[in-house]
């Protein structure tokens, strides 16, 4: 049975948990997975998934996002992702999330992160992000941790107001 | 053949067995850095010389002729290796009747090589154990003789381990020898799944990921105790190079807010606490780069600034 997207009606505890590595990257049950991610991204035009939220608690996220922070051809797929620097500057981004429907708040995370991950051939990479993708990376990284952005945003009311002043160019995304 | 506090139970339960140990080899006495005179002492030199075991420390390599050859004359009917730190040729596997039996720190194959007991423990491993194995050419590859598990306990440190599985070790190789003498035990090839290996540990170990989360830190805070110990970079300001702050005792804190990794703030009980990928870790002793270990309060108020930090790796 295909993998179906789940949302925090009903599912606020399974969103809530934390996932595992993944013991063998190149697994087909992998391969399969992602396919179905992949799909879900795309049927709810959301530009990044992670596997808990559809139900899988495997730490793989997908992104239909390139490196320069527009929609790309390929999806790009990331497992046991892990971010290895972050930049001390910060941005605010109005997020929205596929697993809680119709809401968009603003979250600061860093403005620049460098993630490195295994793809589905078992290979290593390391990718240095900015822009979109680096909000991206650091919202689904947190759903690996069982850590919604509305858990950002109860924490973040001094952060925010750091950024007060330019809230005219914040952007909205409906990250997943 | 073996160094330091691992290998001297067994030396002591062996000689306690009545086995006649006809030499003792260990690693030269080290040196550490510029500081000549500061010898580590070595127990089991110490314990060696207290039963008038003679004690060899060749600074060569063991299939160097004339330590091969002081080897020979010894006729040695087995030899035991314990943390001996020295790869042993082939020569010298080959030389007594029952070959060389290793006393190793884990369940084999998992955790082959130079860190098992950190390891285990940086990998937040709930069970680990000893293996007796008769030694081969590959890195802790050889048959195992005998295994004997212990629980990894969640607040267990390195160095409490390591007494542990030391004792063990000593306990299990008198049990099984005499078995093992006769040809009555005969040795088992390990398993060719769950093999994993570790490496000798640099000081980089240490450097924390505040994108990890709060158990794997806590680990390697378990696993790194007392070295390398673990520390984060403080960029102070942005003008100079970052502090690096040693985190000498920390607790893990599991239900904290849900701050940006590297975030540092306080709570009514905590003066400081870290936020990691998924919660907090409370710091309760530090130590600043050049200055003494202190407690997280007498930081706190010494260094105000550093409530306002984000710690961590950063551009
Ligand atoms: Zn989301």
Redesign the interface.
């Known amino acids: 049975m295909p993998h179906t997207l789940i949302t925090i009606n009903g599912h606020l505890e399974d969103l809530h948990r ?1 996932s595992q590595r993944v013991a063998d990257p190149t697994a087909p049950a992998v391969r399969a997975l992602v396919d179905d991610m992949i799909a879900v991204m795309r049927a709810e035009r959301g530009i990044g998934l992670a596997a808990p939220q559809v139900n899988v608690h495997q730490r793989i996220v997908v992104f239909d996002i390139g490196p320069d922070g527009r929609t790309a051809r390929t999806p790009l797929v990331c497992i046991n992702p ?8 910060l941005v605010m981004t109005e997020e929205g999330c596929l697993s809680i429907p119709g809401e968009f708040v603003p979250v ?3 403005e ?1 992160v460098s993630v490195r991950y295994y793809d589905t051939q078992g290979q290593r990479h390391t990718i240095a992000a900015d822009d979109l993708l680096a909000v991206a990376f650091q919202h689904e ?2 759903h690996l ?3 919604l952005m509305t ?2 945003y ?2 973040q009311s001094s ?1 925010r107001a750091q950024f007060h002043e330019v809230d005219d160019t914040a952007t909205t995304h409906r990250i997943g | 053949m073996g160094t330091g506090e691992f290998a001297a139970p067994s030396l002591a339960v062996l000689i306690a067995a009545n086995y006649s140990v006809v030499a003792v080899y260990t690693k030269p006495l080290s040196v550490h850095g510029r500081s000549r005179t500061k010898a580590v002492p070595n127990p089991v030199r110490a314990r060696a010389e207290r039963h008038a075991i003679p004690v060899h420390d060749p600074a060569g390599r063991l299939s160097d002729a004339d330590t091969l050859a002081t080897l020979r004359s010894l006729a040695p009917d087995i030899i035991i290796v314990a943390a001996y730190g020295n790869i042993l040729p082939q020569s010298v596997l080959d030389l007594p009747r029952h070959g060389c039996v290793n006393v190793h720190a884990s369940l084999l194959p998992r955790w082959r090589g130079a860190s098992p007991i950190h390891a285990a423990i940086r990998a937040g491993d709930t069970q680990t154990g000893v293996t007796i194995m008769r030694m081969d050419a590959g890195l802790d590859t050889g048959p195992i003789i005998a295994q004997k598990s212990r629980a990894i306990t969640p607040h267990m440190h390195t160095p409490e381990l390591f007494a542990l599985l030391a004792d063990d070790g000593a306990r299990l190789l008198v049990e099984v020898l005499p078995d093992y003498l006769r040809g009555a035990r005969v040795p088992q090839p390990q398993s060719t799944h769950g093999v994993t290996t570790c490496r000798t540990l640099t000081r980089d170990d240490g450097h924390i ?1 505040w ?3 709060t158990q794997s830190i806590y680990n390697q805070f378990r696993a790194y105790d007392p070295w390398p110990g673990i520390f984060t970079l403080w ?1 102070r300001d942005a003008a100079n190079t970052p502090l690096r702050l040693k985190l000498t005792d920390i607790r893990p804190c599991m239900d904290a ?6 975030t540092v703030f306080s709570t009514d009980t905590h003066p400081l606490c870290v936020a990691t ?2 919660g907090a870790l409370v710091v309760k002793r530090v130590q600043l780069q050049g200055k003494n270990d202190m407690d997280a309060r007498a930081f706190v108020n010494g260094y105000p600034d550093i409530n306002t930090a ?1 710690l ?4």
């Open positions: 934390s892990v971010i290895t620097t972050a930049s001390r500057a600061v995370r860093s620049r990284i947190d941790d069982g850590i858990d950002r109860a924490q952060l | 990921n994108h990890d989360t960029h807010p849900r701050h940006m990794p590297g990928a998924d984000r961590g790796e950063m551009w």
